[in-house]
């Protein structure tokens, strides 16, 4: 299963701070360029990072980084707290796939897109 999932930004401190409260996790290794947040090491985590060859980030067209909503209601909530803090909207919360998936999705303040989910 996956330990943690890395994206690029301009600036770490903002993606810690975005990251941290949208998730209501913590940093829990900070070096720098790179910090990994979630809510323990033996949980899946997202790492956010400068790139290490110093060039601008770039996010992959097709790339997207899901998140558990636990409900669809906890995706909606996800997908509010996400845009008031700076992210943009890329797909309102609603039912997809023949209504078995919830999802709702957003870019981040660096472009990273984001999906908030559920399976109905």
């Known amino acids: 299963m996956i330990g943690y999932t890395t994206i ?11 990251y941290s409260e ?8 900070d070096i720098g360029r790179l910090a990994m947040i979630g809510k323990s090491t033996s949980e899946p985590m997202i790492a956010v990072c400068k790139p290490f060859n110093d060039e601008d980030p770039h996010p992959g067209n097709g790339v ?13 909530a996800l997908y509010n707290k996400a845009i008031e803090l700076g992210a943009t909207c890329e797909g309102a919360p ?5 209504n078995q998936f919830f999802g709702a999705y ?10 908030f ?4």
């Open 94 to 98: 609603g039912s997809r796939i023949e």
């Open 106 to 115: 957003v870019k981040d303040p660096d472009g990273n897109k984001l999906c």
């Open 64 to 76: 997207m980084v899901a998140f558990r909503g636990g409900s669809k209601e906890g995706a909606t």
């Open 117 to 120: 989910f559920d399976f109905s």
């Open 22 to 29: 949208l998730l209501g996790a913590e940093v829990l290794l």
């Open 8 to 18: 690029g930004v301009n600036n770490v401190d903002a993606a810690k701070k975005f």
